[in-house]
């Protein structure tokens, strides 16, 4: 496909979409130019801390606020996010960089219209691309900024260089911690490395703690300044709360019926702390949407020149 024509479906997909009926509102066409889709890369240290779960249900609820989400399962092979949203993609990203398919037959629809794109497998043979490569590819992935306010990147656990890569790239760092100390300690620990990658920037890298699971949102609190005290200490981090999530027996009731939360039970504790998130996340975005120097470019950019170990 031409480059043409790869806009004019772009923008056919945008006339579609406002034809629907989204809420929000389009900006207009200056301020559609200088537009970049928020990245928003949700991590943790330890695994099974509630990722994708927050990832999901956060980019529902942001969906839901009039914002049109893309999630990224980055946790490539493991196709958790597909499961837990009850859908089957048709494509994953290798479809994109390596068939011929493009950004938006890669994303697949899934609950109140939000995007995803599924990491599949075979990610490995995005190491070898030449310069080329790199640069058309970059060129069609940012086609994302057109067609997302957010990007949420679920990442698998543990800490690499393609972390950094993702943290670097980001515009809200989501670091999930719950109560449990093996996961306090794993947090730290990816604390620890941001505050070593980014040594050398201007201002420490800001990272927004959601401390998942906890009892009370007091607790959670408690969970943050915990941290804080031993971060100003040693470490040169900018650690916010972001908002706490409630431990909820509903979480597994809902993975079960492969329905998110935010859906299934709306007015159960984790889902009303969830959309609380995704309220206050949306709230701050005019603010930051004028100062992101950001954006998937980037993100695919340092991907692509496989900084990202796989
Ligand atoms: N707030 C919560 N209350 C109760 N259970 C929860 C909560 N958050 C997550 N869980 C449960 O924790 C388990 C792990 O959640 P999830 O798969 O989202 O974690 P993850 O961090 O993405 O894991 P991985 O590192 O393997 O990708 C799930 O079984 C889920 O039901
Ligand atoms: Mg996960």
Redo the contacts with the bound molecule.
């Keep these: 496909m031409d480059q043409a024509t790869n806009l004019r479906n772009i923008i056919k997909a945008h006339e579609q979409q406002v034809k629907m009926g989204t809420q929000q509102q389009l900006p207009n066409r200056e301020e559609k130019k200088e537009r970049h889709a928020k990245v928003i890369t949700v991590t943790?240290g330890?695994?099974?801390?509630?990722?994708?779960?927050?990832?999901i249900n956060l980019g529902i609820a942001l969906q839901k606020l009039g914002n049109r989400v893309v999630i990224l399962d980055a946790?490539f092979g493991?196709a958790?996010v597909e499961v837990?949203l009850g859908i089957r993609p048709r494509f994953n990203l290798a479809d994109l960089l390596f068939r011929g398919r493009t950004v938006e037959e890669v994303i697949t629809r899934g609950p109140e219209g939000i995007g995803f794109i599924s990491g599949g497998s075979g990610i490995e043979e995005l190491i070898n691309l030449d310069p080329i490569q790199i640069r058309n590819l970059t060129k069609r992935l940012s086609d994302l900024d057109e067609l997302a306010d957010y990007i949420i990147v679920?990442t698998?656990?543990g800490i690499s260089d393609g972390l950094m890569q993702f943290i670097k790239a980001s515009d809200r760092v989501l670091l999930?911690v719950?109560p449990e100390p093996t996961s306090i300690t794993d947090a730290y620990a990816v604390l620890k490395s941001v505050s070593r990658t980014f040594a050398d920037t201007e201002e420490p890298m800001r990272i927004d703690l959601v401390p998942?699971?906890v009892g009370s949102f007091q607790e959670g609190r408690m969970l943050h300044k915990k941290l804080l005290v031993v971060i100003e200490r040693f470490l040169r981090v900018n650690l916010h709360l972001a908002g706490s999530?409630?431990?909820?027996?509903?979480?597994?009731k809902?993975?079960m019926a492969q329905m998110p939360i935010v859906l299934s039970y709306p007015h159960s504790p984790?889902a009303v702390a969830i959309n609380t998130l995704a309220k206050s996340i949306h709230e701050g975005t005019s603010v930051e949407k004028q100062s992101s120097k950001k954006g998937i470019r980037e993100l695919f950019g340092s991907f692509l020149k496989g900084k990202i170990s796989l």
């Design positions: 943790s330890k695994g099974g801390v509630g990722k994708s779960n927050i990832s946790d493991l958790n837990m679920d698998g656990a999930v719950t998942n699971r999530v409630i431990q909820d027996m509903n979480i597994s809902a993975v984790a």
